[in-house]
Structure formats: structure tokens, C-alpha cells
């Protein structure tokens, strides 16, 4: 073993032998062997992947103060994680989602495809003709190996995190082809928000509703439909965007559901499947939170993701062939525990001066805001929501004169609770590894190892896949002696044509299907277990979709 990660493993070792110290539990060795896993030659029949967006290890420590108790993931910390991108020492969830999901390291914006722009020490350079090409995914190779796919976020569906274990684009804000794609990836369960970009901000003119209608899911809207429904296909959209913050759920949308309600319902369908399954996982808002500098998003939210980790862990153990990571993509805001406050009393501040203040908040940031007033005549309601009562006069001034109301909130409630921040973007340092199950990654690893890692433990290789899943359609049809083009008389649902004699090939982006024409026949048309990927430079298709063209 490296040096730095018996160094890293040691300070761990320690870390939880002070949580042990100060009353919180930790699973015992002899716990732990009696839970250990069957190890079938490093092979897992299911894996879950569980993103906490935008968390820190400060994060969790709040959290486990405010919570009084140990964390789900306490039990199953088992290294670090290196999270920069191809370009710079600190990621954006596109390329962070992209290496966990593909095994690659790539630029800010992209999703699922490789970088153009590669300046970062250790990372390998990337040909200017693969600038952009789409690779494989761990759900995609799920989907070859015959397993049941899922993914679940509490923001749109189409956001960056889950693009990267769905769909390939080079740009994460093109949510019409992240849409499409993940619609024809057939998905088995996809649990989150975004219906919005399913129908009513389409810029293509397509109704992805209607075509969920025609593959027989079950697309459910509301938290009690989601658990009734006894679908081995479900298309869960709780909101139009995002969903509400966990803390203020229950009082501004109880209609919709849990992120560890959302885990649990997908285990439940997915291991229907005899083959395994593969599910995403992704807790948003904490890193929205972060954001916004907003302790009580971050907090809470991070404590629904630990509810779902303890979903995942409770089907886990009972399995005994399922492994389950669970990582940060990334740090964001640089919150500590401390700040100018307690500059010369830091060694004399008890856990209760952090988090008592907090404690008093009843809603994030987002769910007292919208409680004001359009006049912001009860702002010190609003407030008190957020647990900022008995307002200094310097306070509420503070707040009356406020441009930006929430930024203000955030910034008086962290100075109560000695809480500081160094910015309201991402930050670059390392962050905890968390796994349990057959397989399961330990010690100090690059965040593309995971996506090796989960890859290998299904038996596929991700560089194998994406050679049989996105070929050169162009290369591929002109060896065969066609003519190409790419069909753009719409712009927004470009098709690649390849014509050779009488016959006529057609393949639509982000959809799994191909059109064969031939003068005289009615037209054939085949769906794949893969998707068509134009990054407006190339079309890339699969090997199934060549040879049955042709």
C-alpha cells in the first residue's frame, strides 16, 4: 500500500476513534465481520452510487452535532477521494459527475463526454479528434450486462450529477438532449424533478410524456402515487425543477417525496430484477445550500442524504452482494467551524455555541423566503423561520436595507453560530470515501477510480464499452461505401443520414432507433439498448446500430 494511503487510513482510524471518544457509535469489528458481505471474486449483482452534491467533511461533523447522534455513513468511512477536473484543481458538477459516471476526467459544462481542454498535472491528454466524444457509463454497461438502471436527484432530473450516469453532452445546461436521451435510455426507474424539460420548455417540439406513455412507465407525480404504484417501470417528476429542501418538505411540499423514500421505493423495484440492478443516487440541494452559504440546506439536506445511505445499507447488508459508495463530487462554500468570532476562544467554545443557534431554524434560506411579503412587511417572521429572533437593531437594519435578503439571512444566522465561509462556489480539497459491499474502494483514489471500480465489479470495462457503444457513424458508414450527411432541416432533432444504391439509413440523436428504407419496402425500424449521440461536431452510434444498417 502507497504511503499516503496508509497515512490517510491512520488519520481515519483515528478520527473514529474520537467519535467513539465523545459518546457517538461506530460499528464494532465484531459487528462489522458479522455484516461483512459475500466477496464473490470481487463481483457485486447490484451497486448503488450515492452522490451528496457540494458536501465537506464540516458538513458532516455539523451535521453529526445536530443530529446528537452518529451518521449512517459513519459506519462505512473507508478513505478519500480526489475531485479536480481536467482543467482545474477545483471541479464543476459536470466533470465531476462525468468521472464518477465514465471513468474520465473532463472540462467545465460537459457531461459524459471527454475534454477538449486538459491543463492539470497527471492528466492524460486527449487527441483533438476525440475533443467531445461521448463515453460509456457505468449505467449504460449495467444496461448490457442485463440489469435494471435507476436514477434518483432532488433537483431536475436532467441536472449535471445525473447526466453524467445517463446521457453525453457538452454542455450540462442542454437539457433538451439530456432529456431525450435519458427518455431513450430506458431507464427503468428515474425518481426527481425536471417535468418541465419533458414537455413544456422543449425546444425540439416533442412531447417526451407521450413517449413515456408509449414504453409503459408508470410516470407518477405525487409522493403517495410513487408508493402505491407496483410498476417494474416508473418515471417519478415531483416538481417542475427542483424539489423543496427536505427541512421545509412537510410545510411547503408534502406532496412530494423523501429522498430516502424515492431510495427505498427504487431498491424495492429494481431487485425485482434476477440479474441485479445499478442505481444513482444523488442528494442536489446540499450543494445549492452551499451556494447560498446556507447552514440549514446543508445541514439538513445532508441529513435526508444519510437517511437514503441508511436505505441502501439496510438492503445491503440483508443482501450480501450489493456494494454501495457514497461520495462528495465536490467541496463548495469552504464553511468551517469557526470563524472570526472565535479567533482568540476557539479552544474555550462548546459544541452548544455552534449549534444551538441553528437549531432555532424552522426553515432554510429558500422556505422562509417564501413566506415574505411582496412589501417584506413581516420580515421579522421570515426571520424568526430562520431562526434568527430577537433581532439586534443592527440586525434588522441589516435586513431592511438588504439587496439580497436571502445572502443577508445566511450571513447573520452563520455569525451567530461562529460559522464561516470562503466563498459561495466550489472549493478543491479532498473529500471522504464511503463503501460497503463486495468490491468496495478504500484508501485515497482518483474520483474516475469509482467509476472503474463499480465497472469492474459488474464485469465490464468501460473502454471496451464505449468502443462498442459510440463509434465514428460517419467513418463507420463511408468504410461500408455510403454516402453521409446530417439531415438538419430541423434544427433541433438532427438526423444522420447514410445512403448506398436504394437504401437509406436513418438515425435520429439521442434515440435508441434506426430506420432502414429500402425502394420498394416499407421502412424497418429497430430499437438498441443504446442511445445516438450527436456533440454537434460528429454522430456517434453503436456497433449493433452499423451492423444492422447495413
Same mark, same amino acid.
Given at each position: 500500500?502507497?504511503?499516503?494511503?496508509?497515512?490517510?487510513?491512520?488519520?481515519?482510524?483515528?478520527?473514529?476513534?474520537?467519535?467513539?471518544?465523545?459518546?457517538?457509535?461506530?460499528?464494532?469489528?465484531?459487528?462489522?465481520?458479522?455484516?461483512?458481505?459475500?466477496?464473490?471474486?470481487?463481483?457485486?449483482?447490484?451497486?448503488?452510487?450515492?452522490?451528496?452534491?457540494?458536501?465537506?467533511?464540516?458538513?458532516?461533523?455539523?451535521?453529526?452535532?445536530?443530529?446528537?447522534?452518529?451518521?449512517?455513513?459513519?459506519?462505512?468511512?473507508?478513505?478519500?477521494?480526489?475531485?479536480?477536473?481536467?482543467?482545474?484543481?477545483?471541479?464543476?458538477?459536470?466533470?465531476?459527475?462525468?468521472?464518477?459516471?465514465?471513468?474520465?476526467?473532463?472540462?467545465?459544462?460537459?457531461?459524459?463526454?471527454?475534454?477538449?481542454?486538459?491543463?492539470?498535472?497527471?492528466?492524460?491528454?486527449?487527441?483533438?479528434?476525440?475533443?467531445?466524444?461521448?463515453?460509456?457509463?457505468?449505467?449504460?454497461?449495467?444496461?448490457?450486462?442485463?440489469?435494471?438502471?435507476?436514477?434518483?436527484?432532488?433537483?431536475?432530473?436532467?441536472?449535471?450529477?445525473?447526466?453524467?450516469?445517463?446521457?453525453?453532452?457538452?454542455?450540462?445546461?442542454?437539457?433538451?438532449?439530456?432529456?431525450?436521451?435519458?427518455?431513450?435510455?430506458?431507464?427503468?426507474?428515474?425518481?426527481?424533478?425536471?417535468?418541465?424539460?419533458?414537455?413544456?420548455?422543449?425546444?425540439?417540439?416533442?412531447?417526451?410524456?407521450?413517449?413515456?406513455?408509449?414504453?409503459?412507465?408508470?410516470?407518477?407525480?405525487?409522493?403517495?402515487?410513487?408508493?402505491?404504484?407496483?410498476?417494474?417501470?416508473?418515471?417519478?417528476?415531483?416538481?417542475?425543477?427542483?424539489?423543496?429542501?427536505?427541512?421545509?418538505?412537510?410545510?411547503?411540499?408534502?406532496?412530494?417525496?423523501?429522498?430516502?423514500?424515492?431510495?427505498?421505493?427504487?431498491?424495492?423495484?429494481?431487485?425485482?430484477?434476477?440479474?441485479?440492478?445499478?442505481?444513482?443516487?444523488?442528494?442536489?440541494?446540499?450543494?445549492?445550500?452551499?451556494?447560498?452559504?446556507?447552514?440549514?440546506?446543508?445541514?439538513?439536506?445532508?441529513?435526508?442524504?444519510?437517511?437514503?445511505?441508511?436505505? +441502501? *445499507?439496510?438492503?445491503?447488508? %440483508?443482501? !450480501?452482494? $450489493? &456494494?454501495?459508495?457514497?461520495?462528495?463530487?465536490?467541496? @463548495?462554500? /469552504?464553511?468551517?467551524?469557526?470563524?472570526?468570532?472565535?479567533?482568540?476562544?476557539?479552544?474555550?467554545?462548546?459544541?452548544?455555541?455552534?449549534?444551538?443557534?441553528?437549531?432555532?431554524?424552522?426553515?432554510?434560506?429558500?422556505?422562509?423566503?417564501?413566506?415574505?411579503?411582496?412589501?417584506?412587511?413581516?420580515?421579522?417572521?421570515?426571520?424568526?423561520?430562520?431562526?434568527?429572533?430577537?433581532?439586534?437593531?443592527?440586525?434588522?437594519? +441589516? *435586513?431592511?436595507?438588504?439587496? %439580497?435578503? !436571502?445572502? $443577508? &439571512?445566511?450571513?447573520?444566522?452563520?455569525?451567530?453560530? @461562529?460559522? /464561516?465561509?470562503?466563498?459561495?462556489?466550489?472549493?478543491?480539497?479532498?473529500?471522504?470515501?464511503?463503501?460497503?459491499?463486495?468490491?468496495?474502494?478504500?484508501?485515497?483514489?482518483?474520483?474516475?477510480?469509482?467509476?472503474?471500480?463499480?465497472?469492474?465489479?459488474?464485469?465490464?470495462?468501460?473502454?471496451?464499452?464505449?468502443?462498442?457503444?459510440?463509434?465514428?457513424?460517419?467513418?463507420?458508414?463511408?468504410?461500408?461505401?455510403?454516402?453521409?450527411?446530417?439531415?438538419?432541416?430541423?434544427?433541433?432533432?438532427?438526423?444522420?443520414?447514410?445512403?448506398?444504391?436504394?437504401?437509406?439509413?436513418?438515425?435520429?440523436?439521442?434515440?435508441?432507433?434506426?430506420?432502414?428504407?429500402?425502394?420498394?419496402?416499407?421502412?424497418?425500424?429497430?430499437?438498441?439498448?443504446?442511445?445516438?449521440?450527436?456533440?454537434?461536431?460528429?454522430?456517434?452510434?453503436?456497433?449493433?446500430?452499423?451492423?444492422?444498417?447495413?
Amino acid at each position: 500500500m502507497p504511503t499516503i494511503q496508509k497515512k490517510w487510513l491512520s488519520a481515519a482510524l483515528v478520527g473514529t476513534l474520537a467519535l467513539s471518544s465523545i459518546g457517538f457509535a461506530t460499528m464494532s469489528d465484531a459487528n462489522a465481520k458479522e455484516k461483512a458481505p459475500n466477496n464473490k471474486n470481487g463481483e457485486a449483482k447490484n451497486v448503488i452510487m450515492l452522490v451528496m452534491d457540494g458536501s465537506s467533511s464540516t458538513v458532516s461533523t455539523l451535521a453529526r452535532w445536530y443530529k446528537g447522534d452518529s451518521l449512517a455513513l459513519d459506519n462505512i468511512v473507508t478513505g478519500g477521494v480526489r475531485t479536480y477536473s481536467a482543467e482545474s484543481a477545483i471541479t464543476d458538477s459536470g466533470p465531476a459527475g462525468t468521472a464518477l459516471g465514465t471513468g474520465n476526467k473532463s472540462n467545465s459544462g460537459y457531461v459524459g463526454v471527454l475534454p477538449s481542454v486538459v491543463t492539470t498535472p497527471g492528466v492524460e491528454p486527449v487527441a483533438e479528434e476525440d475533443h467531445f466524444k461521448p463515453v460509456a457509463n457505468v449505467l449504460e454497461g449495467a444496461k448490457q450486462t442485463g440489469r435494471a438502471t435507476g436514477i434518483i436527484s432532488t433537483s431536475e432530473i436532467q441536472h449535471a450529477t445525473p447526466a453524467g450516469f445517463s446521457a453525453h453532452a457538452p454542455s450540462r445546461s442542454n437539457y433538451n438532449d439530456i432529456g431525450e436521451q435519458q427518455v431513450f435510455q430506458n431507464i427503468d426507474v428515474v425518481l426527481g424533478g425536471g417535468s418541465d424539460s419533458l414537455h413544456k420548455t422543449r425546444k425540439d417540439g416533442e412531447n417526451l410524456l407521450t413517449v413515456l406513455e408509449e414504453k409503459d412507465y408508470d410516470y407518477v407525480t405525487t409522493r403517495d402515487e410513487l408508493l402505491k404504484s407496483d410498476s417494474d417501470k416508473l418515471w417519478g417528476s415531483f416538481a417542475p425543477s427542483a424539489l423543496a429542501y427536505e427541512f421545509d418538505r412537510k410545510e411547503t411540499k408534502p406532496e412530494q417525496p423523501s429522498l430516502a423514500e424515492m431510495t427505498e421505493k427504487a431498491i424495492d423495484t429494481l431487485s425485482e430484477d434476477k440479474d441485479g440492478f445499478f442505481l444513482a443516487v444523488e442528494g442536489s440541494k446540499i450543494d445549492w445550500a452551499a451556494h447560498a452559504n446556507d447552514p440549514i440546506g446543508m445541514i439538513s439536506d445532508f441529513l435526508a442524504f444519510d437517511d437514503a445511505v441508511a436505505e +441502501a *445499507l439496510e438492503f445491503a447488508e %440483508k443482501d !450480501g452482494e $450489493t &456494494l454501495v459508495i457514497a461520495v462528495t463530487d465536490h467541496g @463548495n462554500s /469552504g464553511i468551517s467551524i469557526g470563524n472570526k468570532n472565535t479567533d482568540s476562544n476557539y479552544d474555550e467554545t462548546p459544541v452548544s455555541a455552534y449549534i444551538d443557534p441553528l437549531k432555532k431554524a424552522t426553515m432554510t434560506v429558500e422556505g422562509a423566503l417564501s413566506l415574505l411579503n411582496e412589501d417584506k412587511s413581516n420580515i421579522k417572521e421570515v426571520a424568526a423561520a430562520y431562526g434568527l429572533k430577537d433581532l439586534t437593531a443592527e440586525e434588522l437594519d +441589516a *435586513l431592511k436595507n438588504s439587496k %439580497k435578503l !436571502g445572502s $443577508t &439571512l445566511s450571513q447573520l444566522l452563520a455569525n451567530r453560530a @461562529n460559522i /464561516g465561509f470562503t466563498t459561495g462556489g466550489h472549493t478543491g480539497e479532498d473529500v471522504f470515501l464511503y463503501s460497503y459491499g463486495p468490491a468496495k474502494p478504500t484508501g485515497l483514489v482518483e474520483n474516475t477510480d469509482l467509476a472503474h471500480t463499480m465497472a469492474k465489479a459488474m464485469g465490464f470495462d468501460l473502454g471496451e464499452l464505449t468502443d462498442d457503444i459510440f463509434v465514428d457513424a460517419e467513418a463507420a458508414f463511408k468504410e461500408a461505401g455510403y454516402t453521409t450527411t446530417i439531415d438538419k432541416t430541423d434544427e433541433n432533432n438532427p438526423v444522420f443520414v447514410a445512403t448506398k444504391n436504394k437504401r437509406v439509413v436513418k438515425i435520429p440523436e439521442n434515440k435508441n432507433i434506426v430506420t432502414v428504407e429500402v425502394a420498394g419496402n416499407n421502412p424497418n425500424t429497430r430499437e438498441f439498448n443504446s442511445v445516438a449521440v450527436y456533440n454537434d461536431k460528429k454522430f456517434f452510434v453503436s456497433e449493433e446500430m452499423v451492423k444492422f444498417a447495413k
